[in-house]
């Protein structure tokens, strides 16, 4: 199934507002009983129940009658969401062809008004670890909805977040636009992912450049942690830009004083650094017998084979744990989503029991269901014109959580 966003011209008011019902609803439900939806949405005459009918048949909404008669969102359901604030904020007017299917996202252009294209990733987390994960455990399948719902609005945060304080801090990173839900708007970058690049005129330089970042990141207390050929674009002039972050550890975020944290840290470092040595050895030959020691102009330390080390970090320059609270994301949400890709959201989900209320947080922070107020939530004036230009052929995609 592809993201086929035609559909969103002929979604209506009432449509949308059901829509939004469900996903408040989904703030302490997984399944959001039918009863509820029609109360928060409180739409005259029974419209609720066509509405339903309608989103169903779009598959923007899950109907689930094994407990009780009720719906949740598909991500379907939370990429409309997310793609009309966006629309209503101005952001963009249009969505275009998918041009990206990362492990955990996918990624499509959009366009604004004037013409300017940009990167619109939808993040997905789950689809993937979450196979793994579901055959160990399957009391997973009941809570699954929630938390990918939520892993994805926050590592669609954490993106957010960390690309605009790397650009603050001169990485060459994509200029994050916005975030809303589980979308971010990045400008889109030119060029293709260094995996399929099967020259460069100068690739000495390039991976000296490369190199230079990852040991730029430690100097900031960052490492990426998913540093390779797929998450480094190369445009024609052998620019490099790094995307993708949903893994990075700030090395301040965590009690960096303790040593096993080091030890850790520091084979997330190696490994990163490995993964270029070995790319371009493959790819383009480099020898780095050659490479001289201090190629990137900093002070740190390489062992005999031109890998620098992370023990010889010198000068950590401090963090960007400011940068990143600014966009809004905390120490917790760290905490979580690191928590997450660890695994340990298995013990976590096993300790928690239902509903304790930390569900809460799965949606968007937004002011309580207030029906009174609920007219100023609602996304829609009347749903303007979204053009598409989706050429159709794009592979069949499961938008269902699981
Ligand atoms: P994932 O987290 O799922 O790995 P990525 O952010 O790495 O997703 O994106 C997957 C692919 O989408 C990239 O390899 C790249 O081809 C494309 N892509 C991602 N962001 C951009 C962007 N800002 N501009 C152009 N292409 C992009
Ligand atoms: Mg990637």
Redesign the pocket.
Known sequence: MKLDVDVLRYLSKEDFRVLTAVEMGMRNHEIVPSELIHRIASLKHGGTYKVLKNLLKHKLLHHDSSKYDGFRLTYLGYDFLAIKTMVNRGVFSSVGRQ???????D?FEVAKDDGTVL?M?L?RLGRTSFRAVKSKRDYLRHRSSFNWLYLSRLAALKEFAFMKALEEHGFPV?NAVDCNRHCVI????EG??LVQVKELQNPDTVFETILGLVVRLAEHGLIHCDFNE??I?IDENENVTM??F?QMVSVSHRNAQMYEVLLVDASYFDRDVECIFKFFTKRFNVSFEETPEESDGSDVDSDETGRPRFSSIKKVTGSLDKELAASGFTRKDQDDIEKFIEGDVEKDLDSDGEGTGDEGHILEASPDVNIKHFDSLCLVEQHEPIVTCDDGDEEEKQHQFA
Not at 99 to 105: A, L, R, Y
Not at 186 to 189: A, D, E, I, R
């Open positions: 041009i990206g299917v990362g492990k955990e996202s990624i990167a990733k993040h994509p990045m400008s889109l970058v293709y992912p797929f998450n674009m995307i993708d949903p």
